[in-house]
């Protein structure tokens, strides 16, 4: 059952619950900290895939937004986003989905790090007759792709393509290595070299006469913690709206804050073992590992109560791919809880990315009930 | 574009390519093995989920086979399969599902290991006025679920609750550990550990009077090389239906033996650091890091060219959401190759039910061929 009738106790697991009052000051925590920076927000809706929490996230019903694959472009398009940033550099072959988009009255931009790819663009757009907007993406931390920032050549080169065939539109990184963190005082350090890296590089574009009007930057850590952000006109974030056990290890939200867990139920005990299994396996909770290289590990995530109060010290210690194997952290003094057979819990996961997208829907609930108040649809492929 | 009509140079990417050529080799080399051992395989449809690859697989339009879900019963039953064994130990809120297949005609087999779920299952059959026929799961390894073998009484007291309610078919046992032997003798050890706990609980059952039709084993390793299945009614075996680099590190298949890859495009490269990166990230290819455990770690999988020749060294060396970076192994002497922006290239996954799971279709080719000769749906799900 996953009507909106429904509640904890009826639904089928596993299934993935959202909890809409933690979302909600999710939310509205990182919308003051930009409104007191004074600079736009363009949510990442590669998290939530849905139009139900776009909505929720966006600024108006039109946008801002980035995504990460055309099908999410074209979902949110759809329900009427008008203002879409595909922050994932474009392939060639894929710029004819773009150009539909676009011919709809969609505002993509598009992402490019090569003058190949600029070339690329820049022909479709002469062929178009119309400007194809288009980010230089600027590598602020040898995270993955991007112009390396002392690269002014090359990243001028890209520049004068773009802006010869009227698609230059700006700059964008993203400082992926904030994850790695071992401080919000790093973090807070990782956003500055986060913004320098971007505006230096719009600096140079400027400097060489090319228009630069978008200076985009943004990961969840350093969003919550850049000290400024001068010469940044938007930031990107999207693990924020759920937070997840990663975020947590980082320090960038309490586990109260986590708004996305998995609902399962106990289907069997390895009394000898200390082992509760449970039917939240691989596939309900990904294969992600997130906290693994973080000072505590939490295996496949935090186990708690059905009404989302945490166990001290129990983990989903291991998954099958419709099992899971909950015990005791090693060298707990914890007792391990009795949870009878048809007991239902909730697993809060390393990474609300990856675990919600093993599942076809929200299940919505608030803090502190167990009526759920509504059902909301993802999608996802390419 | 994938409709029937495409090639691999039309497909859009990521996507999941299934060379239906190595698919019928290796449901041809299982089906032989149990020809040859004269015993039933019941192929397990968690890895293909798929109706078009289960009529491939199964021995009959209804079966049988295994399945990981209710949502899988649900789907094959709808196709007309009708002999089906969940796999998963069941939890009584799901029996509604179950009764609910098995009055439609649905030959549906629910598993156990313990009082209270054989209680569950036995109070259901009482009030249908039914027996639903459960196998007793037997721990034979340590792996995850099932009554330990020693633990005889136990076993009685189960097979007692189900028989007075006219629900007691047999035993079965999954050796989940095989995917951890180093040897192909190991394997065939963890074959007769896997028979033996199943007969030896079996005849513990008939010794007491009960009866016990069934006796179920399988994983794909071990039903690969069991050197005999004497007093096995029915092996159950997933994965080998595709195969993955798990399977071919553990010596069960060779890489060429592997069917289901991901195609991806080149979308840059970072020169510097010998890295080209890719529209593959994890969410194409999952979190799976199977080989991790064994002697050679693939990373994130094996790079191919678009005709699935495999690059010496060339792995998939991390992934993000929707960008992978494709790197030599570590200390490797080969030549990083040119991939021009653009290029399309496999990667062979770790694992395949993992891998797949993120798909919602399979583009089906031939060896040899650039041809998609079908597009055969996934589903998912709970």
């Known amino acids: 059952m996953t009507a909106?009738?429904?509640?904890?106790?009826?639904?089928?697991?596993p299934c993935l619950l959202l909890d809409e009052t933690r979302m909600t000051r999710n939310i509205e925590r990182l919308n003051g900290l930009m409104a007191r920076h004074g600079v736009q927000l363009r949510p990442h809706l590669k998290t939530p895939k849905s139009i139900e929490v776009?909505?929720?996230v966006m600024a108006s019903p039109q946008g801002p937004a980035a995504v990460s694959t055309l099908q999410e472009a074209e979902q949110f398009a759809a329900a009427g986003v008008t203002d879409l940033l595909y922050a994932?550099?474009?392939a060639p072959a894929k710029l004819d989905r773009v150009l539909a988009l676009r011919g709809r009255g969609v505002n993509?931009?598009?992402?490019?790090?090569?003058?190949?790819?600029?070339?690329a663009v820049?022909?479709?757009a002469r062929q178009e007759g119309a400007g194809i907007p288009a980010l230089i993406e600027i590598d602020?931390?040898?995270?993955?792709a991007g112009v390396q920032p002392g690269h002014t050549d090359q990243l001028l080169s890209i520049a004068r393509v773009l802006h010869g065939a009227g698609c230059l539109q700006g700059v964008m990184t993203h400082a992926g290595e904030s994850y790695g963190c071992r401080s919000l005082e790093a973090i807070a350090d990782m956003a500055e070299q986060e913004r320098l890296a971007a505006v230096t590089c719009a600096d140079a574009i400027r400097a060489d006469g090319l228009p630069c009007p978008v200076v985009s930057v943004g990961s969840t850590p350093t969003a919550h913690f850049a000290r400024n952000l001068d010469g940044v006109t938007e930031v990107r974030a999207g693990v924020y709206v759920f937070f997840d056990l990663v975020m947590a290890g980082l320090g960038v939200c309490s586990v109260d804050d986590i708004a996305a867990t998995v609902l399962t139920t106990v289907i069997g005990h390895q009394p000898d073992k200390g082992w509760i299994l449970v039917d939240a396996g691989w596939m309900a909770m990904s294969r992600d590992r997130g906290t693994a290289k973080q000072p505590v590990d939490q295996l496949y995530g935090l186990v708690c109560d059905a009404d989302g109060k945490v166990y001290p010290d129990l983990l989903l210690a291991e998954t099958n791919q419709e099992q899971g194997i909950i015990k005791l952290r090693a060298g707990s003094g914890a007792v391990l809880p009795d949870l009878p057979l048809g007991t239902k819990l909730r697993i809060v996961p390393n990474h609300a990315c990856a675990t919600c997208a093993q599942h076809d829907a929200y299940e919505v609930l608030h803090s502190g009930s167990r009526d759920i108040v509504a059902h909301w649809?993802?999608?996802?492929?390419?």
């Not at 909106?4 to 089928?12: C, F, K, Q, R």
């Not at 490019?112 to 070339?119: E, K, P, W």
């Not at 602020?140 to 993955?144: A, I, L, P, Q, V």
């Open 4 to 13: 909106a009738s429904a509640t904890l106790d009826t639904l089928d697991t």
């Open 54 to 56: 776009a909505r929720r």
């Open 88 to 90: 994932v550099g474009v």
């Open 108 to 119: 993509l931009t598009v992402v490019v790090d090569s003058i190949q790819a600029a070339q």
């Open 122 to 124: 820049a022909e479709r």
């Open 140 to 144: 602020c931390d040898g995270h993955r």
């Open 377 to 382: 649809e993802r999608f996802r492929g390419w």
